[in-house]
């Protein structure tokens, strides 16, 4: 006797789509009078808040100045430029208003041999439950032969203080080159939580106490030969979480092959997305297969009149939550200038047939 039993389950497919936004003009920009540095870009969104109260929204953005121009670049610093709209927020996607970039504004600055040659790329989380900033960054040193960088922990209770932040070491020192962490905070399961690193392919880091991390040996993401993320694939903001409970997290990427005014620069750099699961974010549920984001303006690709440290480059590193499974990402662009764009992430639920067999034997 054979007996069968279908039905009809849904699975989750996503859309994933970003939208420029500000009248798709850049932000931070020293031709506009908006810094005192030459290059400002790369930022970590934050809500800044006094004794665990929110008072407002800021960037911590990564700033430098240019050494020799167009490409010769000084030791980067890490400044914070604050929304000035009504609200203190960032609510008026139109008309982004940021506080100018001064001396005043350096909340985070090189320290020691380890950091001779900067700190860069910061990716900031707040954590409720001790009230503390917790700042991943790239410890730059430069030595007599080379640069090397060091994926860095700072903490704080108050950010804009640049006295108060305590530095917490190399977060991997068992690896030579490492840089850029995204933090999946996990407070609201009790841990463990988990730190996205890496700028060649990318690792994942599981921590409970945020001080301590160890890495499994085996690659979280690789790059794709066949795909827009064929050269490297690097972290991007904190992952995201979305209504349905899983997690968004953006990616950034390179690929070869796209010539430039910078000598022996050739790396076109875009964003792109993955789905992880909500119980275990270490499983991917989805990876996109077009960029969500790739360099298209003049300011991005660093065409003139614009800057063009690094040309052809859109490097996402801060999101804000909008509500509803949309997001307000803001971008390095040419490593020169910031942008802003909302992504909105929607579900389509398809029906797929389960089928099972019962096989049930009966003697005669």
Not at 85 to 102: A, E, Q
Not at 119 to 129: I, S
Not at 249 to 269: E, M
Not at 328 to 334: H, Q, R
């Amino acid at each position: 006797l054979i007996c069968a039993l279908a039905w009809k389950t849904q699975a989750a497919k996503y859309t994933v789509k970003a939208t420029r936004v500000n009248k798709q003009k850049p932000l931070c920009s020293s031709q506009e009078g908006k810094s005192i540095f030459s290059l400002n870009y790369n930022p970590a969104f934050a809500d800044l808040r006094k004794d665990g109260k929110k008072v407002g929204e800021g960037l911590f953005v990564r700033s430098q100045n240019l050494t020799k121009p167009p490409f010769d670049v000084g030791p980067s610093v890490i400044t914070l430029t604050k929304s000035e709209s009504h609200s203190k927020s960032f609510d008026d996607l139109d008309n982004i208003l940021l506080s100018t970039i001064t001396s005043q504004s350096v909340v985070f600055q090189s320290e020691g041999k380890a950091e001779s040659f900067g700190v860069e790329d910061p990716r900031v989380v707040y954590r409720e439950k001790d009230r503390t900033y917790y700042m991943y960054y790239s410890a730059v040193e430069q030595t007599e032969t080379e640069v090397i960088s060091r994926l860095a922990l700072a903490t704080t209770r108050t950010p804009e203080l640049i006295r108060s932040w305590k530095r917490c070491g190399p977060i991997v020192p068992e690896y030579k080159w490492s840089k850029s962490g995204a933090l999946i905070l996990r407070d609201d399961v009790g841990g463990p939580h988990y730190l996205i690193w890496g700028d060649d392919v990318l690792r994942i880091a599981i921590t409970e106490d945020l001080l301590h991390y160890r890495t499994p040996p085996a690659p979280f993401l690789q790059t794709r030969a066949d795909h827009f993320d064929s050269h490297l694939v690097e972290s991007g903001p904190p992952p995201l979480r979305l209504e349905d409970g899983n997690y968004l997290f953006i990616y950034n990427s390179a690929r070869k092959g796209y010539n430039s005014s910078k000598p022996g620069h050739d790396l076109q750099y875009n964003a792109g997305w993955l789905i992880l699961d909500g119980k275990n974010p270490t499983l991917i549920l989805q990876r996109c297969e077009e960029p969500l984001l790739s360099p298209e303006l003049a300011w991005e690709k660093g065409e003139k009149p614009y800057l063009n440290a690094v040309p052809n480059v859109v490097f996402i590193e801060a999101a804000k939550a909008l509500g509803k499974d949309k997001f307000l990402v803001f971008y390095g662009a040419a490593d020169s200038v910031v942008g802003s764009a909302v992504v909105t992430v929607e579900t389509i639920k398809e029906n797929l047939d389960q089928i099972i067999t019962f096989f049930t034997l009966t003697s005669r």
